[in-house]
């Protein structure tokens, strides 16, 4: 239960330092599923106060790492993860041996471990990284947040196990916060600097009308079908530009606000 105060921890940090600013219905939508996720993980328990402040400390070093790790502009996601996950990795295997000892190998053991490391941790990290870029950290966090959601919904399609009032309240409260995060809306006039950096982008919404090689030869973007679909990543740059839209706190738009 402790651990949802990462999601306290990127919200405030964002909304006070690193100018991810939340608007009233964010602001309701991270209450609500810091709520629903309390309700879910509760189980009466108690915790030591050494123990509170440790894990207090970590959720506030998760904090400043979603929002850093979301401001790195000369790296794809993918290259992120990589060096995240080598220093990361290479720590964990360290305190690991050094604290438990190494045991005869087990190569089945190693193989599943690296499996579930690539899908649970790699290929997720990718996607946030991508999605902190495209919303900002404290609104990928929230979004981020709906993993207890879904291991509610597989225990009951998977394991058959049933749903309990209070399981059902956090259910019905999570996806109505949803749904209110959904509905945000904040637009004004604002300046954007020139600037290149690398991070993935689609074309047509107002920021990146910028040429591919192959463009005139093609007679058109240079762009291969999914990638004008989907999106892709390189590195390019912006022209000084002045504009009014709706807009949330990525990567182009961590401006101050009065």
Known sequence: MWLNLELVATALLGHFIFKDRMTRASAGATAGILAASVLLSFDGGRTSLAGGALIAAACLAWGFDNHCTALIDGLKPEESTFIKGLVAGGTNLTVGLLVAGSGPPSWAGYGLALGIGALSYGASIVLYIAAAQGL???????????????????????????????????????????????????????????????????????????????????????????????????????????????????????????
Do not use: K
């Open 136 to 258: 900002g950290a404290s609104r990928a966090q929230l979004f981020f947040s709906s993993s207890p959601l879904f291991g509610l919904l597989l225990a009951f399609v998977v394991l058959g196990e049933s749903f309990s009032l209070a399981q059902g309240g956090a259910l019905t409260l999570m996806l109505l916060s949803y749904l209110l995060l959904l509905s945000e809306r904040h637009g004004h006039g604002h300046v954007h600097a020139a600037a290149r950096h690398t991070h993935w982008h689609r074309h047509g919404e107002g920021h990146h009308e910028h040429g591919h090689l192959g463009q005139h030869e093609a007679g058109h973007d240079g762009l291969e079908p999914l990638a004008r679909l989907f999106g892709h990543s390189h590195d390019h740059e912006h022209q000084a530009l002045e504009h009014e839209h709706v807009h949330v706190s990525d990567i182009h738009h961590r401006h101050g606000h009065p």
